[in-house]
């Protein structure tokens, strides 16, 4: 039995994502609308401050499975023969021993289903969350995207259609909320725990340095960190929520800074945030914010959709499939895989 005794009109897609540590399943609906989205965030890393590759394989193994079983129930899919269009997987970049999972589990399906996988690039992922929201984008679009391992400013003239501007030249943003987490001995990941502290805080309390105010596009985080690890330990007597809200401040006004920079010069007719940072509350208010104030459209996807999730590889997926079609079953796990730039 053939692929084309299948139904492919309904466009549905499974998305799978295991790149770090969220064993992430979605069915989405042509490429915009989720009809489901599981996340199960895997809780062994946190007493280690920071992501186990090996544990998070194992992780993975363990709850893969389930986790597709869940996205499949909820959006009303049978798991012995689903309408499906194409299996979206993410291939990269990403943690070796965590992508294999994924690409195995789509490999699989593929061949118990008749169905086409079709890899997709983690950070093209993150990109398209915004078509998951319900107002469309106006391109040419100057997205942040800010998760754990990436800090860019990236150029999208359309989808496919990138140019990245900007990138860090050190510590990711999430990696620095992470790190200065772990320093004032609060838990992992590093991000929400400084978010609630800083809740309490008073954000003009330290003056922390805002680097590389050089008119790039590029950030440097591991220079505030040092800063906020060295005011804390010579000034014992400062709340922690006080240091959390400057240290969330200093990061939130460069990251705004530049994206605004961007996309002046760069003439684009939005900025959309994408990424794990991209869930922060400060971030997603001062950029909307200020966009406002210079008559740029905004795009801000759900906190879910920023954080890594299945339903943005499906809807990246569906993209690619529908432009260069599906990937062949030789597909691999590509750890250091690039966000491919095509302008
Ligand atoms: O995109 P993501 O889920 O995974 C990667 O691809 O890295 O991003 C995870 C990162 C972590 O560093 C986490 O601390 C950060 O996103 N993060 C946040 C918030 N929620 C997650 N950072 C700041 N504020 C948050 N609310
Ligand atoms: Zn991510």
């Not at 394989?57 to 079983?69: C, D, P, Q, S």
């Not at 010579?234 to 994206?259: C, G, H, M, W």
Request: charged letters at 20%; proline letters at 5%; glycine letters at 10%.
């Amino acid at each position: 039995m053939g692929m084309s005794s299948y139904d492919v009109a309904n466009g549905l897609i499974l998305g799978i994502e295991t790149s770090c540590d969220e064993t992430a399943v979605a069915v989405v609906r042509n490429g915009t609308t989720a009809l489901s989205s599981v996340i199960h965030s895997q809780q062994v890393h946190s007493r280690f401050g920071g992501v186990v590759p090996e544990l998070a394989g194992r992780e993975h193994e363990r709850r893969i499975l389930t986790v597709i079983k869940s996205a499949m129930a909820d959006a009303g899919l049978e798991m012995s023969k689903p309408k499906l269009e194409a299996i979206a997987v993410t291939m990269g970049p990403g943690l070796a021993g965590a992508l294999m999972i994924g690409v195995a589990a789509a490999k699989a399906l593929s061949l118990a289903w008749s169905v086409p996988i079709v890899g997709v690039n983690h950070l093209e992922g993150h990109l398209f969350a915004v078509r998951l929201e319900r107002d469309p984008i106006t391109y040419p679009v100057v997205m942040l995207l800010v998760s754990g391992g990436h800090t860019m400013i990236v150029f999208v003239q359309e989808p496919g259609k990138y140019r990245i501007v900007g990138n860090s030249l050190d510590d990711a943003a999430g990696e620095a909320f992470d790190k200065v987490a772990r320093f004032l001995g609060l838990g992992y990941p590093g991000g929400p725990e400084i978010e609630r502290e800083a809740e309490f805080g008073d954000p003009a309390s330290v003056r922390f340095p805002r680097a590389l105010r050089d008119g790039s596009y590029n950030f440097s985080f591991s220079g505030l960190k040092t800063a906020v690890v060295t005011y804390a330990k010579r000034n014992p007597e400062v709340e922690v929520a006080d240091i959390s809200a400057s240290f969330q401040e200093a990061v939130v006004d460069i990251l705004v800074e530049k994206t605004l920079n961007a996309a002046k010069e760069l003439g684009a007719a939005s900025v959309a945030l994408a990424g794990g940072v991209g869930a922060n509350t400060k971030l997603r208010t001062v950029l909307t914010e200020r966009a406002h104030g210079l008559d740029l459209g905004v795009c801000i996807p759900s906190r879910e959709n920023c954080t890594d999730n299945g339903a943005m590889i499906a809807a990246a997926g569906a993209w690619r499939l529908h432009n260069f079609g599906p990937s062949d079953l030789s597909l691999g796990a590509y750890p250091s895989l690039v966000l491919p730039q095509s302008i």
